[in-house]
């Protein structure tokens, strides 16, 4: 090989280090720096973002049907809809172990089955005396009509036997306290009367006979409210009588909610009633 040949080769090289010296400044990066920008490319974890970090793009395929791209174990790419939103999975939790568990959002109704949130089940609430954030008491107002015989009461007689005040308690075995008692004579006789109120339904007597309870059924009684001829207001053909703050703490039976009355006749007169000549009305504040 002569002095020309070495020289050419010489010159060749030259001009590619020269190539390679331009390339790589029209690209911002000296050989000695290619380490330090592929590292460039991997953050410390934790580490705080700075403007100008440098970092590999994401691939992914945007897949506005959101169907399957390849099968079972394939290698796949990330999917995103039209706004470049990343596909995820639903995951339905069966169970949630004892903690704190906070819930941002809820974008859908519940479905009917046993769906609870902070212990309540939201679809089987039992109608009845379920209540939340309930404040104070509820006041009821009841009013029957008194069964009576027709003929001369005797003073200390059955007035009226025991009659049932169905559903007074808002539940079965519940507790009330009865506030007010009226009783309107539409006989207009406004005679001394005796007024019981009972957890069961006792056997107290039979009408216009004496009074025959045993001793079983007189602790069911609970209150007793007495009216006196002096408590009445003569309305001309009735009187009313109205007895109020009386106070009287009432129980329903296990598994009832119903009260019972039953009335005496006090007076020593001898009157005599219609077959509905008698309404009560009871004011009964529910617990």
């Given at each position: ?55 590999a ?10 169907t ?6 394939d ?26 568990v906070?819930?941002?959002?809820i ?53 009226a036997?025991?009659?049932t ?38 056997t ?12 079983a ?5 609970q ?13 001309i ?25 039953a009335a005496?006749?006090?007076?020593a ?19």
């Amino acid at each position: 090989m002569n002095r020309r040949f070495w020289v050419a080769i010489g010159a060749a090289v030259l001009a590619i280090v020269l190539l390679a010296g331009m390339l790589i400044a029209l690209h911002g990066t000296t050989i000695g720096d290619v380490t330090n920008q592929a590292a460039s490319t991997s953050m410390y974890e934790d580490a705080p973002h700075t403007s100008g970090d440098r970092g590999a793009s994401v691939f992914a395929v945007r897949n506005d049907a959101g169907t399957a791209l390849a099968g079972d174990g394939d290698y796949i790419l990330l999917m995103v809809d039209s706004s470049g939103g990343l596909y995820v999975a639903d995951v339905v939790v069966s169970s949630i172990t004892t903690g704190t568990v906070s819930v941002a959002q809820i974008e859908n109704a519940l479905p009917a089955g046993t769906n609870n949130i902070g212990d309540v089940d939201v679809l089987t609430i039992a109608a009845g005396e379920t209540h939340a954030m309930e404040v104070g008491y509820a006041m009821d107002w009841f009013t029957t009509t008194l069964t009576l015989d027709t003929s001369a009461y005797a003073q200390h007689d059955v007035l009226a036997a025991t009659q049932t005040l169905t559903a007074a308690l808002r539940e079965n075995g519940g507790r009330g306290t009865i506030m007010s008692v009226t009783l309107v004579d539409k006989d207009d006789n406004g005679r001394d009367i005796d007024v019981y109120f009972f957890k069961d339904d006792v056997t107290f007597g039979t009408e216009n006979s004496a009074i025959s309870i045993s001793d079983a059924d007189a602790a069911s009684r609970q209150c007793a409210v007495h009216i006196l001829s002096s408590d009445y207001d003569d309305f001309i053909g009735s009187q009313v009588a109205q007895i109020d703050n009386i106070g009287c703490v009432v129980e329903g039976a296990t598994g009832a909610d119903d009260l019972y009355v039953a009335a005496a006749y006090r007076d020593a007169t001898g009157d005599t009633y219609t077959a509905a000549g008698i309404v009560l009305s009871i004011g009964i504040q529910n617990h």
